[in-house]
């Protein structure tokens, strides 16, 4: 029996104490080690000729090896490539040693593909607007000039089209830009594809399913082409003092809060061995899959089933943030590493932003009877990044409060996917956003990967659903209602749905630790915002993004089953997607698990969406349940911010 108390915070003024130094292992791969394991590849007589590079990351460590390496054994560090060639198919998993640069671990998938580098997808666009068969079927659509031609490289799916089989296919979607820096996504192509294969650019199909005229009324959202409002008076984040938070490297400790931020091309940001006040509770989490589901049946669009992070990769597509204009105030940056698809370095600097923010009031209370007020104002830790695959970005934010609860919202911006239509006539699969041009309705899933460590191993998840009681001799007034919670045991009886009606909700428990009522220590699964997905499972992207048929997944740890969508998302088939990988139906019920949670955005698009999209938010949350024994933020000091002034000039006066 483990009883916990509260400890002391920090005293005031003060940074936190460095971070422990065992974090230092599961630093991403420095430039130096991509370089290292890409020359490991070039110099094998088989791998070497020819390779195209894939994702590169750091080979993380299992539960096992993670508590040996806390226990005082090192950790090698070993990188985990993706390696493909243009004269031969499948793609390699290859492990290299990073201490003495040698290949430890291969692995070939015949049939599978690696995913979409940035040299490719440009390349698809040369090739596409190169064809003369594409150039001919423009030519036909009044395009005579090919400068203005945008073509996107869409990944295509497995629709079982004839001539596509064991290509690594995208089909292409296309726009006009007017001018120069002009906003194409106002001009669809309408109902010209092209499937093509990315790897080898070989054009297999040109498809022109016709569809409304190219829709020509200009739509700007650059300053340069349109007049903008008076600025308003500045709004500045100061922090005189400087930061809270200390960082070592890519580890960081902030009020009670430690952990390591990773790093990957696939993943984008990464969570390891996150402990508040010293107690383990995320061994690691991150996004692990976002899929994008168009609702139009209609021309080609029946195609756009994106999977944004498994066939493109987050990380790859990091911006390089800028000071003053994505994050306010006391910033500290991280860059980012990857590989390109000949095995350089590829730099994004200042891909990551960490900084503090206020949150306002976290607690406060009047004592009505001796007019005595304790209030405190609550700030927190921000990890983000802002990532653009195509036509949208995506803001990713983890927030770490003073309250013990971990947040990961996600801000979707950027250009809604257009098409083309009949002025007033938008179809019931869109909506229009111009006279002529309509955009489909739509949802973005995202599905996040959460190896759970609450106070060590061993750990299950319970869920509570809410009834009332019926009228009768045990609520004689209609006015009872009760929760009542089962331990979910094995992996087809974790797969949930949300459920209003009950209120259910999910908590993480160890049930080998006990707080100071005797309950299990937990931490409750917060998730507000979980989506119906409106692909039929018997279609072909209902089957290949099978894992967001539940809101909720648990499986067991294991190192081969690091996504939900499958390790090799391009043109699969889904069959190593979460609803095919619990059938294995496992023991979940102490032991080291990994929870899955799918939450979205379900978009019918509104014109105020176009041009540019304001930021429309999801996520969730994971806020202590019995973790404390009370309030972990009730030591919170007294404090008042003398910087605060009164508005229109009065004299001032704090409390």
């Not at 007017?178 to 192509?189: D, S, V």
């Not at 829709?215 to 600025?231: E, K, L, S």
């Not at 209003?500 to 100071?516: M, S």
Request: hydrophobic share 35%; glycine share 10%; aromatic share 10%.
């Amino acid at each position: 029996m483990n009883h916990v108390h509260a400890a002391a915070s920090q005293p005031q003024g003060q940074a936190a104490p460095p971070p422990p130094s065992y974090l230092q292992a599961l630093a991403p791969l420095s430039a130096a080690e991509i370089n290292s394991a890409a020359n490991a590849i070039k110099a094998d007589a088989d791998l070497g000729p020819g390779a195209l590079f894939g994702n590169i990351d750091l080979r993380e460590p299992s539960p096992q090896e993670w508590r040996d390496h806390l226990a005082g054994k090192a950790f090698r560090r070993e990188a985990r490539l993706n390696i493909s060639h243009l004269d031969r198919p499948g793609v390699w998993m290859v492990f290299v040693a990073l201490d003495s640069n040698a290949i430890s671990f291969r692995r070939h998938f015949p049939t599978s593909h690696s995913a979409f580098q940035v040299e490719q997808l440009l390349d698809v666009e040369r090739k596409v607007k190169a064809d003369p068969n594409f150039i001919e079927a423009c030519r036909k659509r009044g395009i005579t000039d090919m400068t203005g031609v945008c073509v996107d490289s869409w990944s295509g799916g497995n629709f079982g089209d004839a001539g596509e089989e064991g290509h690594m296919v995208s089909y292409v979607h296309c726009w006009l830009r007017l001018y120069e820096n002009e906003n194409f996504y106002a001009h669809p192509i309408d109902g010209l594809n092209v499937a093509i294969d990315v790897k080898t650019g070989e054009i297999l199909r040109i498809d022109d399913h016709g569809g409304p005229p190219i829709p020509m009324i200009d739509v700007p959202y650059d300053p340069d082409f349109m007049p903008t409002r008076a600025p308003m008076k500045p709004l500045n984040v100061v922090q005189p003092e400087g930061t809270s938070f200390t960082m070592d490297g890519h580890a960081i400790a902030w009020d009670k809060w430690t952990l390591g931020i990773g790093y990957s091309p696939r993943d984008g940001i990464i969570l390891h061995d996150v402990r508040y006040d010293g107690r383990p509770i995320v061994r690691r989490m991150a996004l692990g899959e976002l899929v994008v589901p168009y609702g139009s049946p209609e021309r080609g669009h029946y195609r756009k089933n994106i999977f944004d992070i498994g066939e493109y990769g987050f990380g790859k597509f990091n911006h390089s943030l800028k000071l003053g204009c994505d994050c306010l105030g006391a910033i500290h940056y991280l860059d980012s590493h990857f590989c390109g698809l000949d095995g350089g370095v590829i730099t994004i600097e200042k891909g990551i932003c960490i900084h503090e923010e206020d949150t306002g009031v976290l607690w406060k209370h009047w004592d009505f009877r001796v007019d005595r007020t304790e209030v405190r104002r609550g700030r927190r830790l921000v990890i983000s990044c802002i990532n653009t695959v195509g036509n949208y970005e995506y803001g990713q934010y983890w927030y770490f409060d003073q309250a013990g609860q971990i947040e990961c919202e996600v801000k979707a911006t950027g250009i809604v996917d257009t098409m083309a239509c009949d002025p007033g006539e938008p179809g019931k699969f869109a909506a229009e956003v111009s006279p002529g041009l309509s955009a489909p309705i739509h949802q973005h899933i995202f599905c996040v990967r959460m190896d759970m460590n609450l106070d060590g191993g061993g750990n299950s998840v319970v869920e509570a659903n809410s009834y009332a009681e019926p009228m009768g001799p045990t609520n004689r007034f209609g006015n009872g209602f009760y929760a009542e919670e089962t331990t979910l045991k094995t992996e087809l009886e974790a797969g949930r749905k949300a459920n209003l009606d009950t209120h259910r909700t999910w908590k993480i428990v160890n049930p080998n630790k006990l707080n100071a009522l005797g309950k299990p220590v937990g931490y409750r699964l917060h998730a507000p915002d979980c989506v119906t997905p409106m692909t039929n499972e018997a279609g072909p992207s209902g089957i290949r993004s099978n894992f967001i048929r539940n809101h909720l997944w648990v499986t067991p740890y294991n190192e081969n089953e690091r996504y939900p969508a499958g390790e090799y998302v391009c043109n699969s088939d889904g069959s190593d997607g979460l609803a095919e990988v619990v059938k294995q139906n496992r023991n979940v019920e102490n032991t080291d698990i990994v929870v899955w949670h799918c939450f979205g955005l379900h978009h019918v698009v509104r014109p105020e969406d176009f041009p540019v999209q304001p930021c429309i938010s999801c996520g969730f949350s994971l806020m202590p349940s019995g973790f404390f024994n009370l309030n972990p933020s009730n030591d919170l000091p007294r404090e008042t911010n003398k910087a605060s002034v009164l508005a229109l000039g009065e004299p001032a006066c704090h409390c």
